[in-house]
């Protein structure tokens, strides 16, 4: 059964810190991993989709990497801003098409 | 092209009651997918439905949960004598037709219907 995880569950930083964000798996065989925000109250929002073949996905700021055999998958925010407050989930697929295992998140606080 | 839209936004039933939430697909989208985010819990996948058929159900709730995806008009997720424990948001989400069994196709979520039982 397909676990995935989180670390830090928060995380407090100030504007223009760059961070990372984890998240492992302990199922490798893996399609491809999405990393999502969700802001309180409100849906998700897909950020970025790295499929296995590929180690990394960039848009803008941000920044995804993935080591299948290690079952690890990063997210990288470059100069945090305070709009970047959110929660920022990773979901991989099980079993069939896009039936998604999501981690427990990691709610980011971006301070002036 | 509108995202998965859901509806309504919130909801509020008294116990005993029925809710009835509705997801409409991206257009182009034969897939649709529902999940359940308890209160401070992740996102856990309840049922995954394709036009008129349910694929894989292994997520719902054995009695009270039930989920379609008609030929026409949107998914329904149908929540029969709602109990407190039934508060949550539940999101649906969708994806393109899979053309091979192995895929490496997005989803998009909805908005999210957030229920409350009182």
């Known amino acids: 059964k397909q676990e995935v995880t989180q670390i830090p569950a928060a995380l407090s930083v100030p504007e223009g810190e760059n961070l990372v964000l984890n998240c492992s798996f302990t199922?490798?065989?893996?399609?491809?991993l999405q990393w999502f925000r969700q802001d309180p109250g409100k849906g998700l929002t897909s950020l970025l989709l790295i499929q296995s073949s590929q180690r990394e996905q960039t848009s803008g700021r941000l920044n995804a990497s993935l080591d299948k055999s290690s079952g690890r998958s990063t997210l990288y925010i470059a100069a945090s801003q305070p709009g970047d407050s959110a929660t920022y989930l990773c979901a991989v697929p099980t079993g069939t098409a896009s039936k998604l295992t999501f981690g427990t998140g990691t709610r980011l606080q971006v301070t002036l | 092209n509108a995202g998965v839209m859901q509806n309504p936004r919130h909801l509020v039933r008294r116990r005993g009651q029925e809710a009835r939430l509705r997801c409409s697909p991206m257009?182009?989208?034969?897939?649709v997918y529902w999940y359940r985010q308890l209160p401070e819990e992740g996102l856990k996948f309840m049922v995954y439905l394709q036009k008129e058929n349910i694929i894989d159900e292994s997520g719902m709730p054995k009695e009270r949960f039930s989920a379609e995806f008609p030929k026409e008009g949107p998914s329904i997720l149908r929540i029969q004598q709602v109990v407190r424990g039934d508060s949550a948001a539940y999101f649906c989400?969708?994806?393109?037709?899979?053309?091979?069994?192995?895929?490496?196709?997005?989803?998009?979520f909805g908005q999210g219907t957030r229920l409350t039982v009182v």
């Open positions: 199922d490798s065989a893996i399609y491809n």
């Open positions: 257009k182009g989208h034969s897939h």
């Open positions: 989400a969708s994806s393109p037709p899979v053309l091979r069994r192995v895929t490496n196709t997005e989803a998009f």
